[in-house]
């Protein structure tokens, strides 16, 4: 497990590993009995933030305010409309190893064993030139999933896991071809209270220890003040940058023994970014839209 | 707490990740599995009384799984002899009757010689079908221009009566074993083709997403995410072909034939061998029942992942 470092430029100012400029996405909205026409849908609006390397970002922001669409812009799965996403100083053209995406919905192949779907992200040509043997690329998977607490769970199918359970085979398949980015929407939101805890310290671990860049999406203020060095609070569609917390609450990987949740500081950071989302909450459900449920259900495709 | 935009509340479906809720699913969530993970928890359970208490109940299920069709029999074996008048048990002999004309029927190898007949136009069209109808059907799915283009003219074919085709396959390929062939291949390719385009083109978009954001291309995806997706449908397809192929076939050879099973009833038949006609329906009804059950079973094992799945 050698923490990752592609870093490319030494010298200063350092490049920001993740850095988007004025990024807007629209969406074509297909034509409905009120809009037999069509329209355009903006969804976000003039995005300008920078990720250090090493850093981790939480991204908030009310329903429909962007949380997805941003991260698929930054995953490469899709393409902004106007303005520009760049990773270590170039710009993003597609989907890429250098980046592991942890969807909200598990997103296992029910076919593929844990071991299996853990190891999908080695078996492309690029990791056969490196000499990766199926051997080797079992191997890796299998320190994955002990790295992740799945140790002696290799052989199990996807519906033999609990909802948490898969959502760390999810974050094994995403950390085992070794990217130096990862990006996380909502992952811990359809698990219950006592999960989420256990693997929010988890990631903190891992992260610390694979020295990953990394970008967390939440609906959860808590999460969000928890895991994040940053947080990035989204307005309401279209969704625009609102304010970026820094958050400092000292060495959070030893959390779990400080009950950091109930800190005065803690507290204060939460008030904060409630006040943040408040107004912004209240107008995205006057825009109709639903709070998202614990189990997600609510998700645009 | 209350006034904060989170959703916090705990659901219910999922329990806590620890390792031991694992064992809980597993033993309740997949129980028809025997070649499954290892199961780590099998206490041991006070032996003899479950055991005996376990093989009553399965005796009781195969009782009344096999009551309506013992029942039948004893009805088939009954009513010719007690019931009907002389001149209607010719035509509706008692069971043991039939079954001394099916043991005849062995013994002197025209049973095999007709079902062997059958089993050979009907592997041999299914095969045709199944490998017709998976390639194309893939074809279709990645060329998607293609597919638009066809789907008409294959709704028309597939809702073509495959049997009202059987005069004109005759007329073009005789009356021997290819128009036969054909015909069975033609009944089981739609079934086979259709799933096979429904299975490739109604892929999760999650999982492609999750497939493209690690760096699959095109090909690798198909090959990697969309046909293994596409697996359980594909032999569903598989399944209702073989269901098809046999039903198709045993018309086809009452039509025109000099051997097979369907050829061996109507020939029984116009020959006045009434049990013989009855062995050859008995023959008939059993290998369809047990290409079904074979079938099924194959596709069960293929859906296996399927099955326990979680619904979205
Ligand atoms: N493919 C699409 N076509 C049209 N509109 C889309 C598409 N994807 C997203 N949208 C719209 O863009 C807006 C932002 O969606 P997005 O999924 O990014 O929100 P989100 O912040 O992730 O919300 P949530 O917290 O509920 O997951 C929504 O109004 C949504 O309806
Ligand atoms: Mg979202």
Known sequence: ?301 | MTTTPTIDSVPTTDAAAAPEDARVRNSDGAPARSDGAPDPAKPGRPAGKFLLSKVFRAVKVAVWRSAAIVLFLLAWELVPQFLLGEDTRVFLPPLHDVLLALRDAITTGELWEHLSASLTRSVAGFSIAVTAGITLGLALSWYRGLASFLTPLLELFRNTAALALLPVFVLLLGIGETSKITIVAYASFFPVLLNTIAGATTVDPLLIRAARSLGLSQLRLFQKVILPSAVPTIFTGIRMGGTASILVLIAAEMVGAKAGLGFQIVNAQSSFLIPQMYAGILTVSLLGLAVNVGLVRLEAHFSRWRTFAPTR
Do not use: C
Request: glycine share 10%.
């Open chain 1, 1 to 301: 497990m050698t923490p990752v470092s592609t870093q490319q430029h030494q010298g200063n100012p350092p490049t920001p590993r993740i850095s988007l400029r004025a990024v807007t996405k629209d969406f074509q909205v297909r034509p409905a009995k009120d809009t037999p026409s069509g329209r355009v849908l903006r969804a976000l609006e003039d995005i300008t933030l920078d990720v250090a390397a090493g850093e981790l970002l939480t991204l908030v922001g009310p329903s429909g305010s962007g949380k997805t669409t941003l991260l698929d812009i930054l995953g490469g799965l899709s393409e902004p409309t106007t303005g520009e996403v760049l990773v270590d100083g170039r710009p993003v053209s597609g989907p890429g190893l250098d980046r592991g995406i942890v969807f909200q919905q598990y997103a296992l192949f029910p076919w593929r064993t844990a071991l299996a779907n853990v190891a999908f992200g080695l078996e492309g040509p690029q990791f056969r030139r490196q000499g990766l043997g199926k051997e080797e690329r079992l191997e890796r998977a299998r320190e994955y999933l002990a790295l992740v607490g799945l140790g002696g769970f290799e052989e199990r199918y996807p519906h033999e896991l609990s909802g948490g359970m898969k959502q760390r085979v999810a974050i094994a398949r995403s950390l085992a071809h070794e990217p130096g980015i990862l990006l996380m929407d909502e992952p811990f939101a359809a698990l219950d209270a006592q999960t989420r805890e256990q693997l929010q310290d988890e990631l903190l671990r891992i992260w610390s220890a694979t020295g990953t860049t990394a970008v967390f999406i939440t609906h959860g203020i808590e999460e969000a003040v928890y895991l994040g060095q940053r947080v990035a609070v989204l307005s309401s569609r279209p969704g625009r940058l609102k304010a970026i917390v820094d958050i400092d609450l000292g060495d959070r990987t030893i959390g779990a023994e400080r009950d950091l949740r109930s800190t005065p500081e803690f507290v204060a950071y939460r008030h904060r970014l409630w006040e943040l989302l408040h107004g912004e909450v209240a107008s995205a459900q006057r825009a109709g839209h639903q709070k998202i449920q614990p189990d997600g259900t609510e998700r645009a495709a």
